[in-house]
């Protein structure tokens, strides 16, 4: 089948992915590889940005590969890559960084962001750090770029970026990408309150077996105005309910919401159906997983693999870019 374009999208190395991750990424890369040429990068100098301690980096790295790998992705037919291993992305971050004025990136609601998370550690690569986004997904010659909503103006930056190099070196030599926009769903952590986050521990991890993982079902947050089993529920601001939505079969939806809003079923029975429904879609997932990590080898060589070929793109894009500016 005739690909409809390439899609690039990058993701810091955090290691074993969490039902946040996987919803909210890795479930649409996978999808997207059925339609588009697909370049994945594990972006590990962005990482370095925040980082106190690369220790685990490397682990990282492999944990995230071969969950990618265990969820679906094929790296016969997508580029699955590490980003340091394409040095030239640096190269082309600094020449975007001469078509960028400083103040667009200082002005950007994210590097506000990140000087309030890091105020110890504003260094130089957190203010380019929009810049090198952009080298990453123009360095391949990018359509596409799967963002959500509050992405988007990341994107437009990198489009504007385009237009400066373009217009300074007066070709056209850099390819605008498009927006892919996709919904997104905001998976909340088992506390029910904040964002799925390994650093806030109220994750769901996909390698977790299915007893770890039924234990942190049963542990879930609920509807907090329900204090007894008699009480009558509200299945809309539950986030047991939002992941019913997804794992369960449209009679146990239906079920849930209309015994759950007359005291007809328990949140512990509500959650065993959930954790039941659950664990069988994670099955093949972990069993995958188990099989490919036997072979620590095969995920690096993947990688190498990847990166060989993601370089041929990169090398294709930097002779035009060397070209353009004139260098000597
Ligand atoms: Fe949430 Fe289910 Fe309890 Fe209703 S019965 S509050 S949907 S866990």
Known sequence: MTKQGRVFSGARPTGRQHLGNYLGAIKNYVALQDNY?????????????????????????????????????????????????????????????MVTPIGKLTDLPTFKDKVRENPNNVNYGLVGYPVLMAADILLYATDFVPVGVDQAPHLEFTREVVRSFNYRYGAPVLKEPQMKTTSIPKVLGIDGVQKMSKSLNNHIELASTAEETTQRVMQMVTDTARIRRSDPGNPDVCNVFSLHKIFSSQDEI????????????????????????????????????????????????????????????????????????GLP
């Open 37 to 97: 040429e697909c370049v994945y990068c594990i972006v590990d100098v962005h990482a370095l940005t925040t980082m106190d301690t690369t220790l685990e980096l490397k682990q990282n790295t492999y944990d995230m590969a071969l969950d990618w790998l265990a969820a679906g992705i094929r790296p016969e037919e997508s580029i699955v890559f590490i980003q340091s291993h394409v040095p030239q992305v640096m190269e082309l971050h600094t020449y975007l960084s």
């Open 254 to 325: 239906d079920m849930i919401n209309v015994e759950c809003r007359r005291a007809g079923i328990g949140c512990v029975d509500c959650k065993k159906i959930l954790a039941k429904n659950l664990n069988a879609h994670l099955e093949p997932f972990r069993s995958r997983r188990n099989e490919l990590d036997q072979n620590p080898a095969y995920i690096w060589d993947t990688l190498a693999d990847g990166a060989k070929r993601a370089t041929v793109l990169a090398e294709e894009t930097m002779t035009a870019v060397r070209d353009a500016i």
